[in-house]
């Protein structure tokens, strides 16, 4: 199972970054997605998550200027970021609550399972 993310980059603040997340192998159901963010110095931090049924939680700093969302099909959660901020530097990581068969067939369910990051920087 692979959390695959893309999108990330260098812009200029107050500009605009999509990213990507996509799931793929034998997942049998994915549950709460979300994006999180760390920083150099800093400890990873929640940035958005969203449930299955769509209902959504941001962190307060990129409240009004984020928005998360989620094609349960294509089983892929996206992060629109708008008017970036330098403080928003940092690389992203999307993750997901999932379930999934491994190569015997046994279903296994994992609370928190990563995907590798991309990084985002915003100039001032």
């Known amino acids: 199972v692979q959390l695959q993310a893309s999108g990330g980059g260098l812009v200029q603040a107050g500009g605009s970054l999509r990213l990507t997340c996509t799931a793929s192998?034998?997942?049998?159901?994915?549950?709460?997605m979300g994006w999180y963010r760390q920083a150099p110095g800093k400890e990873r931090e929640s940035v958005a998550t969203?449930?299955?049924?769509?209902?959504?939680n941001y962190a307060n700093s990129v409240k009004g200027r984020f928005t998360i969302s989620r094609d349960n099909l294509k089983k892929t959660v996206y992060l629109q970021m708008n008017n970036l901020k330098p403080e928003d530097t940092a690389f992203y990581y999307c993750?997901?609550?999932?379930?999934?068969?491994?190569?015997?067939?046994?279903?296994?369910?994992?609370?928190?399972?990563w995907g590798q990051g991309t990084l985002v920087t915003v100039s001032s």
């Open positions: 969203v449930s299955t049924g769509g209902t959504t």
């Open positions: 192998g034998r997942i049998l159901s994915l549950d709460d």
């Open positions: 993750n997901a609550q999932l379930c999934y068969n491994d190569e015997y067939d046994t279903p296994h369910c994992v609370r928190n399972h």
